[in-house]
Nanobody, 121 residues
């Protein structure tokens, strides 16, 4: 099992910056990929960025060039640095962790409770 706790959300003016953090606990050594997702009001949850255990990073088009995902060396913390925030970035941001299954152990897909980011115009 993996437990994920997000922090760092809040209010920011357009053009400002926030850094979100996700602290993982439990079977963190088995996490292959961390991700940040967000759900704007009235919209579907969408992927923002992912980072693999080997450092492979992917960004959504909306995040490319403005957001930076990083993972610490212990593999139990992931951050999302958000610069140049826009009102359309307003959403609940969720941390995600993926553990790939094996024959001897189950995999898993874990989510935090989310943290609210509100960008004012």
């Amino acid at each position: 099992q993996v437990q994920l706790v997000e922090s760092g959300g809040g209010w920011v003016q357009a053009g400002g910056s926030l850094t979100l953090s996700c602290a993982a606990a439990g079977s963190t050594s088995r996490i292959s990929t961390f991700g940040w997702y967000r759900q704007p009001p009235g919209k579907q949850r969408e992927l923002v960025a992912t980072i693999g255990s080997g450092g492979t990073i992917n960004y959504a088009d909306s995040a490319q060039g403005r957001f930076t995902i990083s993972r610490d060396n212990t593999g139990d913390t992931v951050a999302l640095q958000m610069n140049g925030l826009k009102p359309e970035d307003t959403a609940v941001y969720y941390c995600n962790a993926v553990i790939r299954r094996s024959f001897s152990r189950p995999g898993g897909n874990y989510w935090g409770q989310g943290t609210q980011v509100t960008v004012s115009s």
